[in-house]
Nanobody
Protein backbone atom coordinates (compact mmCIF):
# COMPACT_ATOMS: atom_id res chain seq x y z
CA UNK A 1 0.00 0.00 0.00
CA UNK A 2 1.28 3.45 -0.87
CA UNK A 3 2.08 5.73 2.03
CA UNK A 4 2.69 9.48 1.97
CA UNK A 5 4.98 11.48 4.24
CA UNK A 6 4.87 15.27 3.97
CA UNK A 7 7.59 17.52 5.39
CA UNK A 8 9.06 20.99 5.16
CA UNK A 9 6.41 23.08 6.86
CA UNK A 10 7.10 25.72 9.47
CA UNK A 11 6.50 29.27 10.58
CA UNK A 12 7.45 32.02 8.15
CA UNK A 13 6.86 35.74 7.87
CA UNK A 14 4.68 37.18 5.10
CA UNK A 15 6.69 37.35 1.90
CA UNK A 16 8.83 34.41 2.91
CA UNK A 17 9.35 31.05 1.25
CA UNK A 18 9.09 27.38 2.12
CA UNK A 19 9.67 24.18 0.18
CA UNK A 20 7.45 21.23 0.99
CA UNK A 21 8.29 17.64 0.14
CA UNK A 22 6.11 14.57 -0.09
CA UNK A 23 7.73 11.16 -0.22
CA UNK A 24 5.63 8.25 -1.43
CA UNK A 25 6.33 4.59 -0.93
CA UNK A 26 5.25 2.07 -3.53
CA UNK A 27 5.77 1.59 -7.23
CA UNK A 28 2.75 3.42 -8.60
CA UNK A 29 4.03 6.94 -7.95
CA UNK A 30 5.46 7.49 -11.41
CA UNK A 31 2.12 6.68 -13.06
CA UNK A 32 -0.01 8.88 -10.81
CA UNK A 33 -1.07 12.48 -11.16
CA UNK A 34 0.19 14.00 -7.92
CA UNK A 35 -1.47 16.86 -6.12
CA UNK A 36 -0.98 19.21 -3.19
CA UNK A 37 -3.97 20.13 -1.06
CA UNK A 38 -4.34 22.37 1.97
CA UNK A 39 -6.80 22.73 4.78
CA UNK A 40 -7.08 25.86 6.84
CA UNK A 41 -8.76 25.84 10.27
CA UNK A 42 -12.53 25.68 9.93
CA UNK A 43 -12.37 25.28 6.15
CA UNK A 44 -12.66 22.42 3.71
CA UNK A 45 -9.61 20.88 2.14
CA UNK A 46 -8.80 22.59 -1.15
CA UNK A 47 -6.73 21.65 -4.15
CA UNK A 48 -3.58 23.74 -4.58
CA UNK A 49 -1.71 22.22 -7.53
CA UNK A 50 -1.43 19.12 -9.68
CA UNK A 51 1.31 17.60 -11.81
CA UNK A 52 0.99 14.70 -14.21
CA UNK A 53 3.58 12.00 -14.73
CA UNK A 54 4.61 13.85 -17.87
CA UNK A 55 4.97 17.18 -16.10
CA UNK A 56 1.76 18.99 -17.04
CA UNK A 57 0.87 21.38 -14.25
CA UNK A 58 -2.17 23.24 -12.97
CA UNK A 59 -2.56 25.65 -10.06
CA UNK A 60 -5.37 27.10 -8.07
CA UNK A 61 -5.84 30.74 -8.91
CA UNK A 62 -4.95 31.82 -5.39
CA UNK A 63 -1.40 30.44 -5.67
CA UNK A 64 -0.62 30.84 -9.36
CA UNK A 65 2.60 32.77 -9.86
CA UNK A 66 3.73 32.15 -6.27
CA UNK A 67 3.83 28.36 -5.89
CA UNK A 68 5.67 25.82 -8.05
CA UNK A 69 4.92 22.11 -8.04
CA UNK A 70 7.50 19.62 -9.27
CA UNK A 71 8.21 15.92 -9.00
CA UNK A 72 11.14 13.54 -9.07
CA UNK A 73 9.88 10.13 -10.18
CA UNK A 74 13.23 8.50 -9.41
CA UNK A 75 12.84 9.57 -5.78
CA UNK A 76 9.06 9.05 -5.58
CA UNK A 77 8.83 12.61 -4.32
CA UNK A 78 6.70 15.62 -5.16
CA UNK A 79 7.62 19.14 -4.08
CA UNK A 80 5.85 22.43 -3.56
CA UNK A 81 7.99 25.57 -3.64
CA UNK A 82 6.03 28.37 -2.02
CA UNK A 83 7.18 31.96 -2.46
CA UNK A 84 5.67 35.31 -1.48
CA UNK A 85 3.69 33.61 1.25
CA UNK A 86 0.64 35.33 2.67
CA UNK A 87 -1.17 34.85 5.97
CA UNK A 88 -4.06 33.26 4.05
CA UNK A 89 -1.69 30.47 2.97
CA UNK A 90 -1.66 29.25 6.57
CA UNK A 91 -2.94 25.67 6.54
CA UNK A 92 -1.99 22.05 6.87
CA UNK A 93 -0.63 20.93 3.51
CA UNK A 94 -1.16 17.42 2.20
CA UNK A 95 -0.15 15.58 -0.93
CA UNK A 96 -2.06 12.83 -2.66
CA UNK A 97 -2.32 11.21 -6.05
CA UNK A 98 -4.48 9.37 -8.48
CA UNK A 99 -5.59 9.16 -12.07
CA UNK A 100 -8.34 10.54 -14.24
CA UNK A 101 -10.31 13.05 -12.26
CA UNK A 102 -9.58 11.59 -8.83
CA UNK A 103 -6.33 12.73 -7.22
CA UNK A 104 -7.01 11.51 -3.69
CA UNK A 105 -6.78 7.77 -4.06
CA UNK A 106 -3.93 7.26 -1.59
CA UNK A 107 -4.55 7.14 2.18
CA UNK A 108 -3.90 10.65 3.52
CA UNK A 109 -0.66 11.32 5.34
CA UNK A 110 -0.29 13.47 8.43
CA UNK A 111 0.29 16.65 6.46
CA UNK A 112 2.72 19.44 7.27
CA UNK A 113 1.72 22.69 8.99
CA UNK A 114 2.51 25.99 7.29
CA UNK A 115 1.99 29.13 9.34
CA UNK A 116 2.50 32.56 7.81
CA UNK A 117 2.57 35.21 10.48
CA UNK A 118 4.48 38.31 11.45
Amino acid sequence: QVQLVESGGGVVQPGGSLRLSCAASGSIFSRYIMAWYRQAPGKQRELVATITSGGSINYAGSVKGRFTISRDNAKNTVYLQMNSLKPEDTAVYYCNGGSGIRWDLIPWGQGTQVTVSS
